[in-house]
């Protein structure tokens, strides 16, 4: 759980730097979060879970 919040965060952070730099715009913005909404209420969203844990714990046996 504490890795799905702190990809949250630092995606979050990402974006908004992006924002705020111009390389991204509201609308697809706008869009991407909408499709990442809506795609987590779907059958696939088990498998990009899954997909996600096991890269961090991937990445957690790389920095260890």
Do not use: D, H, K
Not at 18 to 28: C, N
Not at 29 to 54: D, K, M, R, V, Y
């Amino acid at each position: 759980m504490a890795v799905t919040i702190s990809a949250v965060v630092l995606l979050l952070i990402i974006v908004a730097i992006m924002l705020r730099t111009g390389y991204l715009r509201i609308g697809p913005a706008l869009a991407a979060a909408l499709l990442g909404f809506f795609a987590a209420s779907t059958g696939i969203a088990p498998t990009i879970n899954s997909a996600i844990s096991s890269l961090a714990s991937l990445l957690a046996q790389i920095t260890a």
